[in-house]
């Protein structure tokens, strides 16, 4: 049973570009979230998706992000005309949904590491 | 919303000594709590959580507390091991949103050989 697969494990854009960050939860899982990690800091939620579903995008920066979960493939982080603030890890991970009123455990992919020149 | 704070950042302790990990929390509706461990370069791995319905969980080694009266739950590593060292993280859920998880800042523990 593949774990949570992020890819690319690294990615290093320009000012200016745009950045896609892919993500393809556990088998079973229909709950997908997207943290952001700074250097030397803790998890920050961004969104949490269902499939073709958006439930909750409060930590996402109003501008130049975006995430999609569509009803095929992968789970996507954009993020266009990328700055250097944007440099981080970014980590998705899924769970299954609750079961008989209990939170699914979140599992969490190895990251892509964002680094922006 | 919920608002999980993390004691302390960075821990030390000698190989075979115990290390604890507090965290309280500020949903009162919060009903599951995880704890991850993150190595330097990978993502965090769920290594124990605990549900509001029990007081204490343990895992070999590693046990975890709950107190919802207070809102503060514990991490315990008996007998450490140079392995144990990584970056420890409390979470809890946000029941409002079903599914959500809010993170504490983080622990860096070192375990000395």
């Known amino acids: 049973n593949a774990g949570v697969m992020q890819n690319p494990r690294h990615l290093v854009r320009r000012r200016g570009q745009e950045a896609r960050l892919r993500c393809s939860p556990m088998?079973?899982?229909?709950?997908v979230y997207w943290y952001r990690q700074l250097p030397e800091e803790g998890l920050k939620f961004m969104v949490y998706?269902?499939?073709?579903?958006?439930?909750?995008e409060s930590g996402m920066p109003k501008e130049r992000f975006s995430a999609e979960f569509p009803k095929e493939g992968p789970s996507i982080l954009r993020i266009q005309q990328v700055v250097r603030g944007d440099s981080a890890a970014y980590f998705c991970?899924?769970?299954?949904?609750?079961?008989?009123?209990?939170?699914?455990?979140?599992?969490f992919g190895e990251g892509s590491r964002l680094t922006v020149l | 919303g919920e608002n999980v704070e993390q004691h302390p950042s960075t821990l030390s302790v000698q190989e075979g000594d115990s290390a604890v990990i507090k965290c309280t929390y500020s949903?009162?509706?919060?009903?599951?709590f995880p704890w991850y461990k993150q190595e330097l370069g990978k993502g965090p791995q769920l290594i124990i959580d605990?549900?509001?319905?029990?007081g204490e969980k343990k895992d070999q080694r590693i046990a975890v507390t709950l107190n919802k009266t207070a809102k503060h739950f514990s991490l315990h590593i008996t007998e450490t091991q140079p392995e144990d060292s990584a970056v420890y993280f409390c979470a809890a859920d946000n029941s409002n949103t079903g599914n959500q998880f809010y993170f504490g800042t983080g622990t860096s523990l070192t375990v000395i050989p």
């Open positions: 605990i549900r509001s319905n029990v």
């Open positions: 949903d009162s509706a919060s009903n599951y």
């Open positions: 998706l269902q499939k073709e579903n958006i439930i909750d």
């Open positions: 991970a899924s769970s299954p949904p609750p079961s008989g009123g209990f939170t699914g455990e979140l599992f």
């Open positions: 088998k079973g899982h229909s709950h």
